[in-house]
C-alpha cells in the first residue's frame, strides 16, 4: 500500500527557509516523475515544483530562483528546499507522482501533506 508522509513544514517569517521531506513506501518513487504540490485555502491544488526519474527539474513560474527540489532515489525520499518564503507561499504541500494516469492507478491517494505558513 502506497504511503507518502510529508513533513518540514512550519511557521516561517517572510524572507526565511525551510526544508521539506517525502518519505514514501508501497511505490518504488524512482520509477516515475515525482512532485511537489501546494494548496492554499480557498484555491485549487497545483503543481510547484516536478523532478524525472533521470532527475531534471521543473518548476512553477512563482517559485523559480527560490525552491529546489531533489531526490534520494536510495531512501525513496523527495525534498523540496525553500527560500526567500512569501506570504503567498502559504499553503500545505503534499508530494505525489506528476502523472495523473499513475495517481489514478494509486486511487488519487495522497498524504497528509505539511503546513508551510509564511508571515508577513
Known amino acids: 500500500q502506497v504511503q507518502f508522509v510529508e513533513s518540514g513544514g512550519g511557521l516561517v517569517q517572510a524572507g526565511g527557509s525551510l526544508r521539506l521531506s517525502c518519505a514514501a513506501s508501497g511505490m518504488p518513487s524512482s520509477l516515475n516523475d515525482m512532485g511537489w504540490y501546494r494548496q492554499a485555502p480557498g484555491k485549487q491544488r497545483e503543481l510547484v515544483a516536478s523532478?524525472?526519474?533521470?532527475?531534471?527539474?521543473n518548476y512553477h513560474d512563482s517559485v523559480k530562483g527560490r525552491f529546489t527540489i531533489s531526490r534520494d532515489n536510495a531512501k525513496n525520499e523527495m525534498y523540496l528546499q525553500m527560500n526567500v518564503l512569501k506570504p503567498e507561499d502559504t499553503a500545505v504541500y503534499y508530494c505525489?507522482?506528476?502523472?495523473?494516469?499513475?495517481?489514478?492507478?494509486?486511487?488519487?491517494?495522497w498524504g497528509q501533506g505539511t503546513q508551510v505558513t509564511v508571515s508577513s
Open positions: 523532478i524525472s526519474k533521470g532527475g531534471s527539474t
Open positions: 505525489n507522482a506528476v502523472s495523473s494516469f499513475v495517481r489514478s492507478l494509486l486511487h488519487d491517494y
